[in-house]
């Protein structure tokens, strides 16, 4: 099999290099892209070297599989092309997620959509991937939504700072260190050591940030429900890596507390940690 990975130099990208590495891709040819600035750098893969590409290269080398981790407008563009190319996209930006053709999966919950959306060859070949709070709040309520459905999410994250990126990272290790930084480098207008921002991304017309929008719509097309209510706070915190959320989940059926503890502990990929003492 022949896998692209586009934003291979970003947080993300080297994070889908190490899970494919981990996940025994390693024998497979794996063909890295990013930004013109990083064409020829090279990249470590499953004990080899891999030099990073243009993106026009790689879709001229039809891979199978695309794993896009490259921004939302580098995804616009890229996309449609690999698309026509024949490569299945997997695009883990927030370009496509809202679009009615695309489907919007995470694995363990609706895998199913992947064949339902499908409406033209090349929309067919697109598949999004939801913003990381939406993924892992999904998975851990998905029985319940399946079980008793939901009414109604009251939602408050507190998000790392490498979900904005490598740039992020840079800017919190030197304001650890108290070194300074030109405002071209900051990711954050503001100092995130030591603080917190009570918004994630831009603001929206109606106050709520876009962050927070995230949340409202990914989970309603995921879960395929569009009258879940839900409101959503983003706070940024200043940790490394670990998202938190905490979720207040309205259901509309009745239910046992103890049966809600059981369906959360019984799904695939969530462990259940409940003891206060
Ligand atoms: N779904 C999720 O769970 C999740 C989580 C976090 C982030 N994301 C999304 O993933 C994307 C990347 O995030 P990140 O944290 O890895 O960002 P990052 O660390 O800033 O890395 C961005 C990557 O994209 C590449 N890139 C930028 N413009 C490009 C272009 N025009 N053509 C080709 N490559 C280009 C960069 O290449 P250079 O190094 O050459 O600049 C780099 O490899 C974003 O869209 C972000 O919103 C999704």
Not at 77 to 97: C, H, K, M
Not at 156 to 163: L, V
Not at 232 to 241: F, H, I, L
């Amino acid at each position: 099999m022949k896998i692209a990975v586009v934003g291979a130099t970003g947080l993300v990208g080297r994070e889908m290099l190490t899970v494919l590495e981990e996940r025994g891709f390693g024998q497979e040819e794996v063909m890295v892209a990013a930004s013109p600035k990083s064409v020829g750098k090279k990249i470590g893969f499953a004990g080899r070297e891999l030099t990073v590409q243009s993106v026009e290269d790689v879709i001229a080398a039809r891979p199978q599989y695309a794993i896009f981790s490259a921004g939302a407008a580098a995804s616009r563009q890229y996309a449609p092309l690999f698309a026509e190319a024949g490569t299945t996209v997997i695009d883990n930006s927030s370009a496509w997620r809202k679009d009615p053709r695309i489907p919007l999966v995470v694995p363990e919950v609706n895998i199913d959509s992947v064949t339902r959306n499908q409406q033209s060859a090349t929309s067919g070949r697109i598949i999004a991937n939801p913003n990381c709070s939406t993924i892992q709040m999904v998975l851990a309520i998905s029985a319940l939504q399946r079980e008793y459905g939901i009414r109604r999410l009251v939602i408050a994250t507190y998000q790392s700072i490498t979900g904005t990126g490598i740039k992020a990272v840079r800017q919190l290790e030197a304001e650890e260190r108290n070194l300074p930084l030109p405002t071209e480098e900051m990711a954050y207008p503001y100092q995130i050591h030591r603080n917190l921002f009570p918004h994630g991304g831009d603001f929206q017309e109606d106050g709520y940030t876009t962050e927070e929008q995230k949340l409202v719509d990914e989970t309603r097309k995921i879960f395929a429900d569009p009258t879940i209510q839900i409101t959503a706070t983003v706070v940024r915190v200043p940790v490394v890596g670990g998202h938190s959320e905490a979720v207040n989940v309205e259901l509309r059926k009745d239910f046992d507390l103890e049966e809600v503890r059981r369906l959360i502990a019984a799904t695939p990929g969530v462990i259940l940690y409940d003891n206060p003492a």
